[in-house]
C-alpha cells in the first residue's frame, strides 16, 4: 500500500494508507488549512483497497480538480487540488512518497505527528506573519471547560488600545498596500483584494491615501454596504479612517496598521454573550430579569422553560428583533444593537413557522430567496451553485424539485435552515424547530443543528422538547418570570435541581412559582464557573446611533426587489390550481346571478306615466348594479384577506434581511390589482351584456358597455385595498373570514341602492368612506340613476348620480382616492412586523 504525499503552501504530509485523513480548519484535524474559504471539516483522504480517495463532506465552498468540483475522486501522483475556489483556492498537491524499506519506520512515525505539528504552524496564506499565532491553535476544550464565554486572548497584531474584532484574534491576513497606497476591495478578480463572499459586490470599496498622508474608505456603489465601527458609510461616500477604526465589507472587517492592512474574515466560530438583558412592557412588568450568560464558538445551546418564561422574548432581545430594554448583546465583543446593521447578515433566525412558500418547488423557492438576499451584481450560476452547495451540506439535493408542502415536517425544517445557510451566518436561532414532529424527526432536526455547530457555527435552539439535550454543549433553563434557573452542561443540569426528570423539574416551576429561583443559581457552583465573569460586568442602558445611520442600504434596487416579488408571487399562483380556478369562477358566478334579475329588462330609463305624468322607475336597473357592486366588493376583499398575514413571518424575516416594505407591498398591489381588475372587468360583462344600455355614455362614447364595467374593475381594486388593511391587522388568519363578511355587508348597506343616502345627515357623510358608494354612483351617472329611480317627493336629487362628466369623474376621483389612502394605511400597519431596532 504505497505512502502519498501532500503539499500546500510550504508544508507537507505523509498520509499512510492504514488510516483516514481529515483535511480542514479544525486544529484538531489532520491537515490543517487555516484559509477562510475551507470548511471546518473539509474533506477525507483515505486508501479504499484499490488506491487514494477524496471525499468531500459537503463543504461549503467545494473541492475542485481541474476547474470541476467533485464531491469523490481518485488522487494519485500529480494530482493537483484547489479548496474553496478553482482557481485561486488553497492548492494541495499531490506525490509519492519515495521510501526506503529501512526507512519505513521514520516515515510512519512523521505521518503520525505532523498533523500535531501542523496545528502550532503559522496560518496558510503567504501574507501572513509567520509570528501570528492562529486563534484556532487554542486548545479549546481547555477554555470550554473553565466555563469562560470567551476563549483565552491572543495578540491581536493591531494598534494598540484598537477596539476588539472578532473577539480580538489574530488577523487572518496582512496585505501591504501598494506604492500609491490605494488597495480596491470587492469580489471581482480585478481588484487587489479579492473577498469570495456574495455578500461583497464585484467593486465594492477601496482604500485610498490622502494628500495629507490619512487614509479614508471610499464606498464604491456596493449593495450591501460598506460600514465602518458597524455603521453604513453613503453609497458611493468616503470616511476617513482613524487608527482604531473597523471596516466592515461582507463576512470581513479591515484595520489599518501602519502601511499594511489587517483582515479578520468570519468564517463562523464566533463567541456570543447576553449580559444583563432586561425586558420590561407596559406597566413596568419585566418579563426577561437580568439574563446573563456567554457561549464560545462552535457551540449547540438549548434554551428551555415553562410558558412564561420569556423564552419568546428572549430569542427576540438576542437577535435584535425586539431589543432589551437594559442590557448588551455580544457578538464576538461587539455590540449587535448599536452594529445592526452590519451584523444582521451574520445572523440567521428560523423562526417556529415555515419562512417560505410552501407552494413552490424546495430549489425554486431558495432561488428566489437568493435573489432577495444577494447583491445585484451576483450571477444566476452564483446564485444557483451557492443553493446547490447548501442542498448538499443539509442532504436535500433529493427532494429540490419537490414543492415544499409535500415534504415532512422535518424535511421542511431542514429547507427552512437551508435558506439561512445562502448567507453562510456565523450565528444561528431557531424557535421551537421540533414543534409537532414524531421522537424521530425530533432527533434528526437536532443532530441537524449539531451538525451546523459542529461544522463552525454558533448555534441556539429554544425548544420544549427535552429527548435529546444531551448532544449540546450548553443548556440555558429559564425560570417563570424570565430568570435564569440553570446555565451549563445539559448533563448536570437534574442533578443541579435535585430532580430525576424534566417533568419534575418543571412542576417545580409551577407549584413553586414564588421560589427565588434566579437567586439560587447565583448563589451555586455552577454559577461561578459557567456566568460569573459575564454577570460581573455592570449593566448598561442600551443606547442605540442616531435613527438614520441605522437604515442599512439593501441589497437589491427597489425595481429588481419588486420585479423578483412579483415573479415569486405569480409563481405562487399559479403553482396553487385551486386559486386559479376560483379567480374565475368566483365572478363569473357573481356576474350570471345578476342575469336571474329580470332577463328581459334593460338599465334604460321607464317612459313617463301617462295618467300621472312621472317617470316609471326601473328598479332592475338599481338592483342589478348593487349585486354587481357588492360582488366585486367581494370577490376584490377576498382575494388580499389573507395575503399579509399567511406570509407575516417570511416578511418579518426578509424585512430584517433588507427587504424594501414598499416594494413587498407595490408587488401585492399590482398583482392581485391586476387580478381583481381582470375579474371586475369578467363581472360587468356578464352582467350588463345582456340588458339594454344606453347608446352613448359620458366618457367613451358608444362603448357604454366598458364604460360601465371600468367602475365596477376600480370598486374590486378600492376592495382589494382594503382586504389588504384588514390583512395587516389581524393576528390570526381566521380572523380575517368574520371581517370579510362584514366588509361586504356593510358595502351593501351604502350603495345608495336601497335607501336615499343625499338626505340622510351624517350618513350620507360617512357613506363617503365606503368604495361602494362611489362606484355606483359612477356607473349610477352613466345610466343617470335620478331619472332610472327619481327621488321620493321631498328629496332631492343625489349631486353623486348627475349625468355629467364631472360628475363621473368625480366619482372615479374619489374612488382612487379612497384606494390610495388604504395603501398608505396598509404601508403603516406592516411597520409594526419589523425589527423593533429598525423602527426606531
Not at 94 to 120: I, L, N
Not at 320 to 338: E, F, I, M, S, T
Not at 384 to 398: F, M, P, Q, S, T
Not at 509 to 518: C, L
Request: include cysteine.
Amino acid at each position: 500500500m504505497p505512502e502519498l504525499v501532500l503539499e500546500s503552501n510550504g508544508r507537507t504530509w505523509t498520509l499512510d494508507a492504514s488510516r483516514t485523513y481529515t483535511l480542514g480548519r479544525d486544529p484538531q484535524g489532520d491537515l490543517v488549512l487555516d484559509d477562510a474559504r475551507v470548511s471546518w471539516r473539509h474533506a477525507t483522504i483515505s486508501w479504499d483497497g484499490r488506491g487514494w480517495v477524496l471525499e468531500d463532506h459537503g463543504s461549503t465552498n467545494g473541492t475542485f480538480v481541474q476547474g470541476h468540483r467533485v464531491q469523490r475522486t481518485e488522487i494519485g501522483p500529480g494530482t493537483a487540488l484547489h479548496l474553496g475556489n478553482a482557481t485561486d483556492g488553497p492548492r494541495v498537491s499531490v506525490s509519492a512518497a519515495v521510501v526506503t524499506p529501512q526507512a519505513q519506520p521514520q516515515a510512519q512515525a512523521q505521518a503520525q505527528a505532523q498533523p500535531y505539528a501542523a496545528q502550532g504552524a503559522g496560518p496558510g496564506w503567504a501574507q501572513q506573519a509567520p509570528a501570528a499565532q492562529p486563534y484556532d491553535a487554542v486548545p479549546q476544550q481547555d477554555w470550554q471547560q473553565s466555563g469562560s464565554h470567551v476563549p483565552p486572548q491572543q495578540g491581536s497584531g493591531g494598534a494598540a488600545g484598537a477596539p476588539p474584532v472578532h473577539g480580538d484574534r489574530s488577523p487572518t491576513t496582512f496585505h501591504q498596500f501598494s506604492v500609491d497606497r490605494v488597495m480596491r476591495i470587492g469580489r471581482a478578480l480585478e481588484n487587489e483584494l479579492v473577498v469570495s463572499d456574495l455578500q461583497v459586490s464585484r467593486l465594492h470599496a477601496e482604500f485610498r491615501a490622502t494628500p495629507d498622508g490619512r487614509m479614508e474608505i471610499r464606498d464604491l456603489g456596493s449593495h450591501n454596504g460598506t460600514y465602518v465601527n458597524g455603521q453604513p458609510i453613503p453609497k458611493g461616500g468616503t470616511q476617513l479612517l482613524g487608527p482604531t477604526d473597523i471596516v466592515g465589507v461582507g463576512h470581513s472587517t479591515f484595520r489599518i496598521v501602519g502601511d499594511r492592512l489587517e483582515e479578520f474574515v468570519d468564517t463562523g466560530e464566533v463567541s456570543f454573550s447576553a449580559r444583563h438583558l432586561t425586558v420590561t412592557v407596559d406597566g413596568g412588568k419585566q418579563i426577561l430579569r437580568d439574563v446573563s450568560f456567554g457561549v464560545p464558538e462552535k457551540s449547540l445551546i438549548a434554551v428551555i422553560g415553562p410558558s412564561g418564561s420569556g423564552k419568546s422574548t428572549l430569542l427576540k432581545a438576542l437577535t435584535g428583533y425586539r431589543p432589551a430594554n437594559q442590557g448588551d448583546v455580544l457578538y464576538d465583543n461587539r455590540n449587535l444593537y448599536k452594529q445592526f446593521a452590519e451584523l444582521r447578515q451574520r445572523i440567521g433566525l428560523v423562526p417556529q413557522d415555515d419562512i417560505l412558500h410552501k407552494e413552490l418547488t424546495v430549489k425554486k423557492a431558495l432561488k428566489y430567496a437568493a435573489k432577495l438576499r444577494f447583491p445585484a451584481d451576483t450571477t444566476a450560476a452564483e446564485r444557483n451553485a451557492r443553493i446547490d452547495e447548501v442542498l448538499g451540506e443539509l442532504k436535500l439535493d433529493i427532494h429540490k424539485e419537490k414543492k415544499v408542502t409535500s415534504l415532512s415536517g422535518g424535511q421542511r425544517k431542514r429547507v427552512s435552515v437551508a435558506l439561512e445557510l445562502l448567507t453562510k451566518p456565523s450565528l444561528i436561532f431557531l424557535d421551537e424547530p421540533t414543534s409537532g414532529l414524531d421522537p424521530g424527526m425530533d432527533r434528526d432536526v437536532m443532530q441537524l443543528l449539531r451538525g451546523l455547530a459542529d461544522d463552525g457555527r454558533t448555534v441556539l435552539v429554544v425548544t420544549h422538547s427535552v429527548a435529546e439535550l444531551a448532544i449540546c454543549d450548553k443548556l440555558l433553563v429559564m425560570a417563570p418570570g424570565g430568570a435564569v434557573a440553570y446555565f451549563g452542561p445539559p448533563d448536570e443540569a437534574l442533578n443541579f435541581f435535585g430532580y430525576d426528570t424534566w417533568a419534575d423539574v418543571f412542576s417545580a416551576f409551577e407549584n413553586y412559582r414564588d421560589y427565588d429561583w434566579a437567586g439560587r443559581w447565583k448563589g451555586s457552583q455552577h454559577y461561578q464557573m459557567y456566568a460569573a465573569d459575564i454577570d460581573s460586568v455592570a449593566p448598561q442602558p442600551v443606547q442605540g446611533p442616531p435613527v438614520q445611520t441605522l437604515r442599512p442600504p439593501k441589497p437589491q434596487g427597489w425595481m429588481s426587489q419588486f420585479l423578483t416579488l412579483v415573479r415569486r408571487y405569480v409563481s405562487v399562483i399559479v403553482s396553487d390550481r385551486g386559486f386559479l380556478a376560483l379567480m374565475v369562477i368566483l365572478p363569473a358566478v357573481l356576474g350570471a346571478v345578476s342575469l336571474l334579475i329580470s332577463p328581459d329588462k334593460g338599465l334604460l330609463p321607464n317612459p313617463v306615466n301617462p295618467r300621472t305624468g312621472q317617470i316609471i322607475p326601473n328598479g332592475t336597473a338599481t338592483t342589478v348594479l348593487l349585486i354587481l357592486a357588492v360582488g366585486a366588493c367581494f370577490a376584490g376583499a377576498a382575494n388580499s384577506v389573507r395575503e399579509l398575514i399567511k406570509e407575516r413571518v417570511i416578511y418579518e424575516r426578509e424585512r430584517a434581511t433588507g427587504l424594501s416594505r414598499s416594494a413587498y407591498l407595490m408587488s401585492k398591489v399590482f398583482v392581485l390589482g391586476t387580478i381583481t381588475v381582470l375579474q371586475g372587468l369578467l363581472v360587468g360583462v356578464i352582467g350588463f351584456s345582456n340588458r339594454e344600455l344606453p347608446e352613448q355614455g359620458l366618457i367613451f362614447g358608444s362603448a357604454t358597455l366598458f364604460e360601465l364595467s371600468v367602475p365596477i374593475m376600480a370598486l374590486g381594486f378600492t376592495a382589494m385595498m382594503f382586504g389588504l388593511i384588514i390583512s395587516s391587522l389581524v393576528k390570526t388568519a381566521e380572523k380575517t373570514m368574520p371581517l370579510l363578511v362584514m366588509f361586504a355587508i356593510i358595502q351593501i348597506v351604502f350603495t345608495g341602492c336601497l335607501f336615499a343616502l343625499n338626505s340622510a345627515v351624517g350618513v350620507n357623510q360617512f357613506s363617503y368612506l365606503m368604495p361602494s358608494r362611489w362606484a355606483v354612483a359612477a356607473a349610477g351617472a352613466t345610466l343617470d340613476f335620478n331619472r332610472i329611480s327619481p327621488p321620493d317627493k321631498g328629496d332631492s336629487n343625489d349631486p353623486l348620480w348627475e349625468h355629467t362628466v364631472g360628475t363621473w369623474s368625480m366619482d372615479m376621483i374619489g374612488l382612487i382616492v379612497l384606494g390610495v389612502v388604504c395603501g398608505f394605511f396598509v404601508a403603516r400597519f406592516l411597520r409594526r412586523h419589523e425589527p423593533e431596532v429598525m423602527r426606531k
